[in-house]
């Protein structure tokens, strides 16, 4: 006889599991649990889920979710929504509950086992309506910080509930391993490097010394970059200074200015634009964003693998 398939999906809260791997003073090391469940049977699924907020330049979250799409999950994100609460108080929302709880359900009729990944007793109710469909239920968190990291109704619900201390050996990796950060692997191209010659912090002016003075050019850094930031009423181009004046006549309550760089520290290419972008950037201060350039960009950089949403929409 063939032996019994056990067939597992994973359903990872993200933001749960970081917060309880982190009171417990271990990160997740998402390859070796991937490896563990692996052996435990046949994984049809690894869901990842958590929520973004999109306006941020850059979300330290970001590269695990590229490692994680490529390397066996299937990551399930949307964007945070900004509210204002009763009190006047401004407040971020970024729920995945209903998306989880809906793949779950989905799923459960193709699954002997579903690991969760979360001590939110809102999933009390999906982990009872998954056994009914005769599918076991391991729930992951831990009891172990004060106050416990799961909600008493849901691990009484669950099949199986393990701490997640007793899988600290086996999935986590200390803090102090953490990759370094990656350096810059080439060079700024000539005619930045010509453009980032003034001094940190020095304002920009048209009549700088620095232009002139080769003791002070220096190799490209992020905090060269900053000079090259122009305020609201940067006159450098008197002809974008003249179009922007006529834009805020006719349009108060766009951005009308100098669009804002979107940049990483170690970035690796660099996108220029040509101004004005009307509808675009001179609208929203975002380059790329709310017209054709934008469209035409993201499309191709979604084609060639070097991002993996649309963002150009956003106003």
Request: proline share 6%; hydrophobic share 40%.
């Amino acid at each position: 006889m063939s032996p019994v398939s056990n067939k597992i999906a994973l359903f990872i809260d993200g933001a749960n599991l970081y917060a309880t791997a982190k009171t417990l003073g271990f990160d997740i090391d998402y390859k070796r649990l991937l490896k563990e469940f692996q052996s435990r049977g046949t994984l049809l699924r690894a869901f990842y889920y958590t929520a973004i907020i999109e306006d941020q330049e850059y979300s330290s979250i970001r590269p695990l979710i590229d490692w994680l799409d490529y390397n066996g999950y299937t990551v399930v994100t949307k964007a945070t929504k900004e509210f204002i609460d009763a009190s006047g108080r401004r407040k971020v929302k970024g729920n995945m509950d209903i998306e989880l709880a809906v793949d779950a359900m989905e799923l459960a009729e193709h699954v002997d086992q579903i690991v969760l990944f979360s001590g939110d007793g809102d999933f009390r109710s999906l982990v009872e309506a998954v056994q009914r469909r005769g599918v076991r239920v391991t729930v992951i968190s831990t009891i172990s910080s004060q106050p416990p990291m799961i909600a008493d109704e849901l691990r009484r619900q669950a099949d199986v509930f393990t701490d997640l201390v007793e899988l600290q050996s086996k999935l986590g990796r200390d803090p102090s391993e953490r990759p370094a950060p990656r350096e810059p692997r080439h060079h700024a191209p000539q005619f930045l490097q010509r453009a980032t010659t003034m001094a940190p912090r020095e304002p920009m002016t048209t009549n700088s010394r620095t232009e002139n003075d080769p003791a002070r050019r220096g190799q490209l850094s992020s905090a060269a970059l900053v000079p090259l930031i122009p305020g609201r009423d940067c006159p450098l181009c008197p002809r974008l200074a003249d179009f922007r004046k006529q834009a805020r006549a006719r349009e108060p309550g766009w951005f009308n200015s100098a669009g804002r760089l979107i940049r990483r520290s170690d970035a690796r290419l660099l996108i220029v634009g040509l101004a004005p972008g009307m509808q675009g950037a001179n609208r929203t201060g975002r380059p790329f964003t709310g017209d054709y350039a934008g469209d035409l960009l993201y499309a191709t950089l979604l084609r060639i693998w070097l991002c993996q949403r649309r963002l150009s929409g956003a106003a």
